[in-house]
């Protein structure tokens, strides 16, 4: 029998326990052994559960499940920060596997983890970390095993992909849009991390560093949310019969890399540009395989459960890369020198925007100009990133009046 | 060391001595032993070679090499139907792992050798035999743990694909298309298994296997291809602002499946719609992880190369499903009660079109009529797909006469 102890009895870890069970015979005879989840952390005895659970295997103190000689993989999905970091160390410091869907340790403790769990001769896996229920972290370290990995490109974030769509498709203003993804369970009280891109970029740092092999930090990483969107930038979107979208990107040539997150519009059409609703599309190019693409669910109970349980039995199967590990090919960032064409959109008092028109005319930097009340729309020439910064900075423009997109069209 | 042998040194045998040569290294690093082409099964010695190779490597003769006791894995990519098969079950027998990308021996021995690998403790893989350089295989034995795979849908022919999008890109008609696939390596002298859906038959066959866990044959699975496909049938298809897809796709839900390979008209702008030349689309959806779907280089020297050397460290970092078996789930094959919306068009003389046209009429089975000169076009309504077959037969409509194409619009 192969013990689990679970961390979290949330909407995953119910996921988990469900699918478990519902593959129970499928399971037993594929690894010769039943699964058993023996231990839960939960937080609250007294919560009412979906699921049926024998109150013995609850319990809300970590070091019994830590403690436990029995149990061989954790299974870490509590979400939070500190709290799952230290219990993950703690874990693989006691030599248990660790599974987790755990982004955000995942992004801030990656090279530290993944050190400790070779050291410890066991597995440290987070497939659920990325994509959802796309299988793309364990595909990407494979062919980054035969390929040089030059680009690296996703929707990763199903929340702001939900509220982008929900605008475009139904004409909602943000704050509608915002309001129905919260009711209907796909952002949280607290969309921060989703909407300001910082969710995007953790997912993007862990793909780089494993598909560019070098150790590239969220701070390497440009980021632009989306929270500042406004109904008219969204017509001005569908108007040139484009689709707009939260991509991670990241390319590597001559040992140089970008990194950027920051809303994108696209044709409609594009593949990108189909990808709807909390759904993710993951690309990455190498330079013998060419471009894969992978599409799915970026989110959801069972889908990422997969994801977790993909992982559990890679690990009793013994079928991950036992000596994998990190490495460090000391990358310049050009992230500087990133040039592309964008549409900005400022909502401003008439003497700044006057200013401002004047200013970008004189620079010679826009290709077409919108303006409509207060609001001035201009999409630039291929310019570099910096200059739109400094454009920002130069009229003093506060974060909630102004909006940029790139264009890839 | 680990010591291959090679059976062939055609376009993918290069392209794997390249790789392996590319990333030596790096391979070195991973694997800890270096991977060493130990021998090359040819035919002709005297041959012009893209690549410089040792002599001493190359050999006519496959005893030299099955009978090699420091070969631990053999690659089989010299193409053809017995004479490989005769070679991996004879390398199997001799305790070599064995990796192939013949998709054709492998449509047809997959349980025989899937049983001797696993009867002699050895791996029998064959990514490379679906989907070029997709990781799709892989994916699917993996997914199947955790899920009930209820659909399988494919582009899986690069050849036909390329062939198709020329002909509505640049209106060729289908003579012609053919010449320039040929010309540009996208066809072979012979294109019969690509234009007629042997080889997606084929690629299908394999997927069900493993997806549905039921020995699918390639009788099981209904068969057309695109070779009587005509101008006329372009514009038609153009006219509804569709394109044409030779997809292969099968359904399984309660015990009961589908499986068939058909020209199918789809929206342009679909997601099947906009997968040009020879890329490839694999889709499956799980009843737990949801739809995934997969899109990459279907074909091609280093995309074929690449996956077969993905299966080769997956043996060599013993990262293979060791206990990997095929499963009987005795599944009914309901292909018979199919139904669908169909394009077909026929071709006649004079009054065997005037009785067809009587005929469907009465029959009220056409939606829309479109006759031009000998053409008649028509689109039915959901009906059995049975129902064509006999159109066909009692108007004794020879194959070069008639194209159809099921709507999934």
Redesign the interface.
Known sequence: MVNIGLLGLGTVGTGIVQ?IED?KN??QK?I?TEINISKILIRDMNKKRRIGIHEDKLTTDFSEIVGDQDIDIIIEVMGGLEEAYVYIREALNRGKHVVTANKAVVAKHLEELTFLAREKNKAFLYEASVGG???IIK?LK??A???NIQEIKGILNGTSNFLLTKMIEEDLDFKEALKMSQKLGYAEADPTDDIEGYDTRRKLRILTTIGFKDRVKEESILCQGISSIKTIDIQNIKSMDCTIKLLGTATLKDNKYYALVEPVIIKK?S?FG?VDYATNLV?FV?N??????????GA?S??T???I??DV?DII???????YSLESNDLDNINKLFQGRYYIRTTLENDTKDKMIRYINEKEITDKLITKEKDVAFITKKILKKEIENIISKFNIRTENYFIGRLEV
Chains 1, 2 share one sequence.
């Open positions: 699918i593959r499928y399971l594929l010769g229920g796309i299988p595909q494979e062919q095993n035969l390929n059409n593949y189909k690309s190498g013998k395989v060419g471009e894969l693409r992978f599409y799915g669910e959801g069972f889908p459960a997969n994801a349980l993909s039995i199967l013994k079928n991950y890369h036992k000596n």
